[in-house]
């Protein structure tokens, strides 16, 4: 058996002729298709028999490969697996005990411990130390969120080039059908239950960031799952409602933009010695900390979008109603 | 304070802002935003490397009111400068003259995406070569990692989506490898900004159990880094990621993404671990060895190729393990070696990988060298710039290439012995593989077929750029003092 494909060469093996291989090479060629694939296959029917065919091609091709190269590649990856283990294994034990510091070693977290609360004015020093003291890491970490997204929205969002066929479009209609018909199933009513509580939750664990444990990634999260649960139960048609394709951006551009203005903001005063006119409130306080509360939700709701973007973009090829 | 210290601050957040923005904007509007916003881009780190220069020291900025060991920082001397131009200038060209086929691989509903996963992917180089913080380098090379699997999944063939799956994996166990030398640094150091970082790896380095940790720590680091940037056992991602992506993309992918994981590698070596620390440990030795294989196994396969875009892509393994061989000889003159051979190829490969499609295109739409016969006649301007970086690959005198081969053979007649002859040999075969493939593909495009044919003439958006990148590979090549003598400022500056 080939786990990992190591020739990359597969173009250059000769491709037996005959007109059931033309499909699958322009699809892998590229060459030909600058429209849709889609549009050369007359009938379902078509496209998968060509499909079975090229996997029957595929898989011979697989096993007249040689063998010892593959016993050869087994060894290899299983010995440098168990080397790279060793070593780490190796590197540990030298590593400072558990408690034995030295000194210089812990001159940050020091500070970060004793004079984290009145400098930043969070209780929750966790919060503190990632939306200001470490702002800038936090700035790039949520926009990796954004960029997952927009990655996944390349892939599955429907287009001329990637188009569902019919079965997959019975599927999605039929679980629409299927929960507008059943109404009383007992996930909908476990979910009905859950729901209100889920998203105060949510918004309790957004809001208290800089008092309690939680904060924007935790928060959204939850609030995600949320929209999840509601999706899986009512079906897409009551999520639609909220979100949009168009409120789905919004929501992503507001949060992210008036993440970037507010810390570029603070980074610009911090670093010419300018006062930043934010204030710290009373520390404990629902609003204290400075920044941190606005930038916990734009983070949150950036978070929520993104998680049901993603079980939105699996399910359906869309984010909001199918166009 | 001088308002131009604000200057990488400003290109990181407004790129990250400008990835948000693109979203929201028609294709079209994305990419005019895109061309106007990088033109600014490039003034202002047009402006920081000349500040840089005038004042002849390097600058950190404090991002946020907490100083150096408990807040982040960013760091501008005159290498990360010249760098970031060399960043900026080669992505608005690729943006350049790659429109018309953005236009055409990727379908219409998603070209606003593509330019806002291109923005993003700006963000990422600028924040990972300002950098003074390496955690900060971790993130953003996260954002690099996934953007550069976005913009070659874009063109949604089925060959780019399983060239993305293969580069993606590669590319998270190099993040994962990353990660793990940057917790081991942090362990033992208990900082992540690279000043503080350096002085307790200084002290550190004395002791022999702290060692032991410092170089797995950095092994660990080197090999994450080379898998991402295509070192020679790990280079067989490379033809599918780049031959087959949206020329733009295949541009930025080759000259931009993976230069700067090298440069990141560089600066670790040089502020992290420090130079002196770095050239005893044995993993320079390593590099060196794999640099070479490298050399002679890309050019290799870019012998054996059918397709000239996967030439071009397995041509780039080779230049890969002529920077690493740089990093190998060790010394300041091998580090500007390695420096300067990453601008010379940046500028030389992104050309080539925008010039391919237009050959094809004349050609029936097809990469393969049996039906690329003539087609340099056919179209004569993408034929006179797919020719001239590829003298400069082979390394003609007065093209880059040649300047950076050069500095490669002095900075091993510097280190002497063994290392020299093994360098010379190496050098010599792998000129004469670059010029067999290289020659042999120009002989194909120029050798006419049928006379018939009309000839296609080209617009400005391919012209211009074009021969934006062909006047600083020239400019490389004839005052390739004054770039190595910049180079050499920036490496002063950054101990």
Redesign the interface.
Same mark, same amino acid.
């Given at each position: 058996m080939k786990i990992f494909d190591l020739n990359f060469d597969v173009e250059e093996e000769p491709i037996p002729d005959g007109e059931d291989h033309d499909l699958l090479e322009n699809i892998m060629d590229g060459e030909e298709v600058h429209d849709s694939p889609r549009e050369k296959v007359k009938t379902e029917k078509e496209y998968y028999r060509n499909y079975v065919r090229s996997t029957q091609w595929v898989q011979k091709l697989i096993l007249t490969e040689n063998r010892g190269f593959n016993v050869f590649y087994f060894s290899v990856a299983v010995v440098s697996c168990v080397l790279l283990i060793g070593m780490l294994l190796f590197t540990i034990s030298y590593l400072p005990r558990y408690g034995v510091e030295n000194p210089e070693s812990i001159l940050v977290v020091k500070r970060y411990v004793e004079n984290g609360l009145q400098e930043t004015g969070a209780v929750n020093i966790i919060s503190g130390i990632i939306l200001d003291y470490r702002a800038f890491d936090t700035l790039g970490e949520s926009h990796v969120l954004f960029t997952a997204l927009m990655c996944v929205t390349v892939l599955l969002r429907r287009d001329s080039k990637n188009m569902r066929t019919q079965y997959e479009d019975f599927y999605t209609i039929r679980d629409e059908k299927y929960h507008e018909l059943y109404r009383e199933s007992i996930m909908k009513f476990v979910a009905a239950v859950l729901l209100p509580c889920l998203l105060l939750y949510g918004a309790y664990v957004l809001l208290n960031g800089q008092i309690s444990p939680g904060g924007g990634f935790s928060g959204g999260a939850v609030l995600g799952s949320g929209l999840i649960i509601c999706a899986a139960a009512f079906g897409f048609r009551s999520t639609d409602r909220v979100i949009t394709r168009k409120t789905a951006n919004l929501i992503a551009f507001f949060s992210l933009g008036f993440y970037s203005f507010a810390k570029g903001y603070v980074f610009f005063t911090g670093a010419n010695g300018l006062e930043n006119h934010i204030p710290k409130g009373t520390p404990g306080a629902i609003l204290s900390g400075g920044l941190i509360l606005p930038l916990d939700i734009a983070v949150g709701l950036v978070v929520a979008t993104t998680m049901f973007g993603f079980y939105s973009l699996f399910r359906r090829g869309s984010i909001g109603g199918n166009k | $304070?001088d308002f131009i +210290? !604000?200057f990488p601050?400003?290109s990181v957040?407004l790129s990250? #802002?400008s990835?948000?923005?693109c979203? $929201?904007l028609s294709g079209k509007k994305a990419r005019i935003y895109t061309i106007i916003y990088e033109c600014i881009l490039l003034v202002m780190v047009a402006a920081v490397l000349r500040y840089t220069v005038v004042t002849g020291e390097a600058f950190t900025?404090?991002?946020?009111? #907490?100083p150096a060991? &408990?807040?982040?920082e960013l760091r501008a001397g005159t290498l990360e400068a010249s760098i970031a131009v060399l960043f900026i200038a080669v992505m608005l060209c690729a943006v350049l003259a790659g429109q018309h086929y953005v236009r055409?691989?990727i379908?219409?509903?998603?070209v606003n @995406?593509?330019y806002? @996963?291109l923005n993003?992917m700006t963000?990422?180089l600028m924040?990972m070569t300002w950098t003074n913080?390496i955690?900060?380098g971790y993130? #953003?090379l996260? @954002?690099l990692t996934?953007?550069s699997?976005?913009v070659l999944?874009? +063109?949604? @063939?089925? +060959?780019?989506?399983?060239a993305a799956v +293969?580069y993606m994996i590669l590319n998270l166990v190099g993040s994962g490898l990353f990660l793990?030398g940057v917790v081991?640094l942090y362990?033992?150091?208990? !900082?992540?900004l690279m000043v503080?970082m350096q002085r307790?790896i200084a002290m550190l380095y004395q002791d022999p159990?702290?060692r032991?940790?410092l170089i $797995?720590?950095t092994g660990i680091l080197t090999i994450g880094l080379s898998i991402k940037s295509g070192l020679f056992p790990f280079h067989? &991602?490379m033809?599918?990621t780049y031959g &087959?992506a949206t020329p733009t993309s295949g541009a930025v992918l080759s000259s931009l993404v993976s230069k700067c994981y090298i440069f990141l590698l560089i600066k670790i070596y040089w502020r992290v671990i420090g130079i002196d620390i770095f050239t005893d440990m044995p993993i320079r030795n390593v590099l060196f060895v794999l640099g070479l294989c490298g050399m002679v196994f890309g050019s290799l396969s870019a012998i054996r190729a059918? !397709?000239i875009n996967r030439m071009v892509a397995f041509s780039s393994a080779a230049q890969i393990g002529y920077i690493y061989m740089g990093i190998g000889l060790g010394g300041t003159a091998g580090f500007t070696a390695a420096v300067f051979h990453i601008m010379a190829h940046a500028v030389t490969k992104s050309q080539l990988f925008l010039t391919t499609p237009r050959l094809a295109a004349v050609s029936g !739409?097809?990469?393969r060298f049996k039906n690329l016969q003539g087609c340099a006649l056919r179209d004569p301007n993408a034929g006179l710039f797919f020719l001239l970086p590829s003298l400069s690959m082979i390394g003609i005198p007065i093209f880059a290439g040649f300047s950076s081969k050069l500095f490669f053979a002095m900075a091993a007649a510097d280190r002497g012995g063994i290392k020299l002859i093994l360098v010379m040999l190496v050098l010599a075969a792998s000129s004469l593989l670059n010029a067999l493939y290289f020659m042999r593909t120009l002989i194909r495009i120029y050798t006419p077929s049928d006379p018939s044919n009309e000839r296609v003439r080209h617009h400005l958006d391919y012209n211009i750029p074009m021969t934006a990148l062909t006047l600083a590979n020239l400019a490389m090549g004839l005052f390739s003092g004054v770039f190595a003598a910049l180079i050499g400022q920036g490496f002063s500056m950054f101990n």
């Open positions: - | $304070m +210290r !604000n601050m400003f957040v990250l #802002f990835g948000v923005l979203t $929201m900025y404090v991002l946020g009111e #907490f060991p &408990w807040g982040n055409k691989d379908d219409e509903s998603k @995406i593509y806002a @996963i993003l963000a990422a924040a913080d955690f900060s993130v #953003f996260e @954002i996934l953007t699997c976005g999944i874009v +063109r949604e @063939i089925g +060959r780019t989506t399983l +293969r793990l081991l362990d033992i150091t208990g !900082n992540l503080p307790e159990g702290a032991v940790v $797995m720590a067989y &991602w033809p599918d &087959w059918e !397709n !739409n097809s990469l």
